[in-house]
């Protein structure tokens, strides 16, 4: 306009009406003859299309573009391997010579260690012991990788037992934990108590799952269970490449073939589906009695040292789970490259070379089986890994092994349910870490799990009641829990005296409001329970849920015993900053939809936010559950009206209990929440405002006399519900 | 900025008429005072979902009133009760005392008196609808006319195409600069 020129723009819309369109506008002044502007042309076009069309081209060039960027990457990424290669040479033969010097100054440290030291001796000690075993653990993890890719390594083939195995794996890891978890170890019945393999590499494989598990698992339990399958599909594919087996010629030829293989099937989806279609579908939950299926009498052809010896092979599947961190989805097709972590910032936490897994996958398919994986973020993980070995079929009696074993041989093919070969290595810090209510419970727990188990199945545990020494004195408790393993999982404890948490009442009021199924409508609208009371309420029943290894029930939203589950899935959509404990809680019980959308945006404009619920019953249980600083209550409702309502909550008010509201047919609050409203204060007052249509029964006197403080006639408006909150929160 | 005035003035009477004659009152004032950028659409919203609640509603009491066997009068009791009350949160002052005439005979059970009332409530209701369809449609062709007018005479600051939230920002700008939007306040 002031300068008197005419421009074009191009300007988008959005119209509730007609959707997203683009005009181009065209707008020129219109002078009088005089030279004044009286005025304007104003022309719209709509190019929408042609916008379209626009941006699509400029989508194709970006195509284009980062096509060609993808050739330069591959084409220097060849260059960058070949250097590798050789630098990995170097490496592997440098790494040798560095080897033996180190273990000598480690074992020189290990010896100091046992002449006498002053504090600050001993401390500098520790600092250098634990420094050398991490860099020789490093140049142990470097030399096997670098064995492994090369071919130079040999498999080995003996005969070991896998539920011993497992058990000292497990066992090695329980006395190193210093984290509160649970291990456990669960070997299926029709696993031979004798297989043919290459221990050792089976077991660092075990080990380092397992400690990786450990490592990124923060509460819960870490486990193993071992079952056998039949003959997977890519077994086949395997063998006709060439024996999977464990000469080192042929490995090399494999191991290349199978890392592509897996490589393109690294996505937890597709492994799933993998698997899935050997086990039914039972990939990830976590049931402790899984059985695999019976074992098949395929043959490979691999020569082997005791070839004389009839043989079959069987598939023994291994998943090591963990209720962990998890791993993102992204993250899953790198996670077994060398040298890779999930990502920066967790190796610069977690530590760790990055080696292991790399390592694990080689070893197990240089074996002639797969390794896999499937996680969900803050749930945890499984690192699946399968593997063939072969059972001889005249080693079925007891050899001079260790006496506990013996008795297996006996039961190995029992059928019944319970599992032989079941473990279980609780926290060892039980006893020590709690207050004294917290230990007595444990006994309690104990006491029960024992009376529980020694009715049932004593037969099935006597076989796997392995005592192991632990070195802080506490044997016994270990046993007792061992023999509660299988039916841990099946055991509900009676609901804890709520003294044992250290909240005011308004806290478990909060947790009692979640195990409430119809609190669905207040939970879901803009709940105003401050996350710090969910938060640290779930948190200390999440550690006492550890500790005391108490299994969070699968309840449907039923009132017993511990709401943790119910408690998070209720609570999770409505979680919000912690400093809305200082805001009054406002309840809005109003039936009309559109009055509801006006109440609450108004509501927000003044700076609150309330739950609304939509009839007197549900008001009524609102308030059974949650204090509320004010209610304001719709008169003419459906199911009961707001009269009645406020009749029934001034009752309560006066007599302490909900005995009206049960008579107009509303049950009472259950037991655990009653028993936290304190005996000795009344109910304080709630501040019920009615909000009338100035109807002739919604009278100012009706109102007053059924208990309300005041009322706002509708329609509402900002200047009401102003003077209303500046009236009861001044 | 005469010609902006002009173009102001001409939304107001829209605005205004819509208020004189009945259509709209004082709470579609209030209604209009709670939108902002975090809720642009407020009015469109609720009043969509006041058409929704008020056709479903007026569908009711029409087939209610069609009965032969007898006429629930409680049914169409409850129908007109709410439509009552959403009516008079959105501020639609016709549609309001339509239903409170309707009201008085559905109390007395008079079913022609009541189909009369039906009908003058649809009525209404379309009247309402209409209205305030066109009310929105020339609000957002307004403020973006307005705001490509902004663009001109500061001189190409903004080349890009404009959501809604900067449409409302920009706005506030002017308002800030001591200009005023086209809004009946």
Redesign the interface.
Same mark, same amino acid.
């Given at each position: 306009?002031?300068k008197g020129l005419p421009?074009k723009?191009?300007?988008?819309?959005? =119209?509730?009406?007609f959707g997203s369109k683009?005009f181009l506008?065209y707008?020129e002044p219109v002078f009088s003859k005089a030279g004044e =502007?009286i005025?304007?042309n104003?022309m719209g076009m709509d190019i929408t299309d042609q916008v379209r069309k626009r941006e699509r081209m400029i989508k194709i060039r970006e195509e284009i573009a980062v096509q060609k960027a993808k050739e330069t990457e591959l084409n220097r990424t060849i260059h960058i391997t070949e250097e590798t290669m050789r630098a990995k040479q170097m490496l592997a033969t440098m790494s040798h010579e560095i080897r033996s010097p180190l273990s000598g100054v480690v074992s020189m440290a290990e010896i100091l260690a046992t002449t006498k030291l002053d504090r600050e001796q001993r401390q500098l000690l520790d600092v250098m012991i634990s420094s050398g075993d991490l860099v020789l653990q490093l140049i142990n993890d470097i030399l096997d990788l670098s064995k492994v890719e090369s071919g130079v390594m040999k498999l080995e083939a003996t005969k070991f037992r896998p539920r011993e195995v497992v058990k000292h794996v497990l066992q090695t890891a329980a006395a190193s934990l210093r984290k509160i978890l649970t291990l456990e170890g669960n070997v299926a019945d029709d696993v031979p108590i004798e297989v043919i393999g290459d221990v050792l590499r089976i077991r660092q494989i075990l080990t380092n799952l397992i400690s990786n598990a450990i490592k990124f698992t923060h509460e819960g339990k870490v486990g193993v269970k071992l079952y056998v399958v039949p003959e997977p599909p890519f077994a086949k594919e395997g063998s006709q490449n060439g024996s999977a087996g464990s000469t080192a010629n042929q490995s090399t030829t494999n191991v290349p073939k199978e890392e592509t293989c897996t490589s393109t099937s690294q996505t937890s989806s597709d492994q799933r589906g993998f698997h899935g279609k050997k086990h039914e579908g039972s990939c990830q939950d976590r049931s402790q009695n899984e059985r695999g299926t019976p074992v098949t009498n395929g043959t490979i052809d691999v020569t082997e040292e005791q070839a004389e010896l009839p043989e079959t092979t069987v598939w023994i599947r291994c998943d090591v789970y963990d209720t962990g961190i998890g791993i993102p989805e992204n993250a899953l097709p790198t996670l077994f490259k060398k040298y890779m972590q999930v990502s920066a910032d967790h190796a610069r936490k977690y530590g760790g070379t990055g080696l292991g897994l790399a390592i694990c996958k080689q070893l197990v398919e240089l074996m002639g089986g797969r390794l896999t994986v499937s996680s969900q973020v803050h749930c945890g993980s499984t690192f699946t890994f399968i593997l063939p070995y072969k059972v001889s079929l005249s080693c079925d009696h007891s050899d001079d092994v260790d006496d506990d074993l013996s008795d297996m041989d006996d039961h190995g093919a029992t059928d019944d349910d319970a599992t032989a070969g079941f473990f279980q290595f609780q926290p060892r810090t039980l006893g020590s870490l709690f207050s004294s209510n917290g230990s007595s419970r444990t006994q309690n727990l104990l006491a029960h799990n024992i009376g529980y188990v020694n009715s049932h199945k004593i037969n099935g545990f006597s076989e796997n009641c392995y005592s192991f020494p632990t070195s802080n004195g506490q044997t016994k408790e270990m046993d007792l829990f061992e023999d509660a393993c299988s039916v841990a999982e099946a055991l509900e404890i009676s609901p804890e005296p709520e003294s044992s948490f250290s909240h005011s009442p308004d806290h478990d009021n909060e947790s009692a409001i979640c195990r409430d199924e119809h609190h669905h409508n207040v939970v879901n609208a803009e709940n105003k329970v401050s996350t710090r009371d969910v938060s640290s309420c779930s948190e200390t029943s999440r550690e006492v849920d550890v500790k005391e290894k108490i299994t969070e029930p699968q309840l449907p939203a039923e009132r017993q015993g511990r709401s943790d589950s119910g408690f998070q899935s209720t609570l999770n959509s409505s979680r919000e900053a912690s400093n809305s404990i200082s805001k009054p809680k406002i309840l809005l019980v109003e039936d009309?939809?559109?009055?509801v959308?006006?109440t609450r945006?108004?509501m927000k404009?003044l700076g609150h936010t309330i739950d609304v619920v939509s009839n007197g019953v549900e008001a009524v249980r609102a308030i059974q559950y949650h204090s509320y600083d004010l209610v304001l209550m719709d008169v003419?409702m459906p199911v009961m009206d707001g009269l009645q309502t406020t009749r029934l909550i001034r009752s309560f008010e006066e007599t302490g209990n909900w005995d009206e509201a049960a008579k107009a047919g509303i049950e009472k609050p259950s037991p655990s929440s009653d028993s936290l409203q304190p005996d000795c204060t009344p109910p304080k007052r709630i501040p019920i405002i009615a909000m009338t249509?100035n109807a002739l029964s919604e009278s100012a006197d009706e109102c007053s006399a059924n208990g309300m403080d005041s009322f706002i006639s509708?329609?509402?408006?900002?200047q009401k519900l102003k003077e209303c909150l500046e009236q009861y929160f001044p | 900025?005469?010609?902006v005035n002009?173009l102001q003035r001409k939304f107001i009477d829209y605005s205004s008429s819509l208020h004189r004659e009945g259509i709209v009152d004082?709470?579609f004032t209030?209604?209009r005072?709670?939108e902002?950028e975090n809720?642009p659409?407020?009015v469109?919203?609720?009043a969509?979902?006041?058409f929704e609640?008020c056709e479903k509603l007026i569908n009711n009491m029409a087939i209610a009133l069609e009965q032969k066997q007898g006429v629930d009068f409680k049914q169409i009791d409850e129908c007109i009760?709410?439509l009552?009350?959403?009516s008079?949160?959105?501020?639609a002052m016709r549609v309001k005392n339509a239903c409170i005439a309707f009201r008085s005979f559905s109390d007395g059970q008079n079913r022609e008196g009541c189909l009369r009332c039906l009908q003058q409530l649809s009525h209404e209701y379309s009247l309402l609808k209409n209205k305030l369809?066109t009310l929105?449609?020339v609000s957002?062709?307004s403020r973006?006319?307005y705001?490509?007018?902004v663009?001109?005479?500061r001189g190409n600051e903004h080349?890009e195409?404009?959501?809604?939230v900067l449409v409302f920002q920009l706005e506030k700008e002017i308002v800030a600069a001591g200009g005023s939007i086209p809004r009946v306040h």
């Open positions: 306009m002031d421009a723009r191009e300007i988008t819309f959005e =119209t509730e009406l683009t506008i707008v =502007t005025g304007i104003y009309n939809k559109i009055n959308m006006v945006s108004m404009q003419c249509a509708k329609p509402v408006t900002f | 900025m005469d010609f002009l004082d709470q209030q209604l005072k709670l902002d809720s659409h407020f469109m919203e609720v969509s979902l006041f609640d009760h709410q009552k009350g959403s008079s949160s959105i501020g369809q929105f449609r957002v062709a973006c006319l705001v490509c007018l663009i001109f005479c080349a195409p404009f959501p809604d």
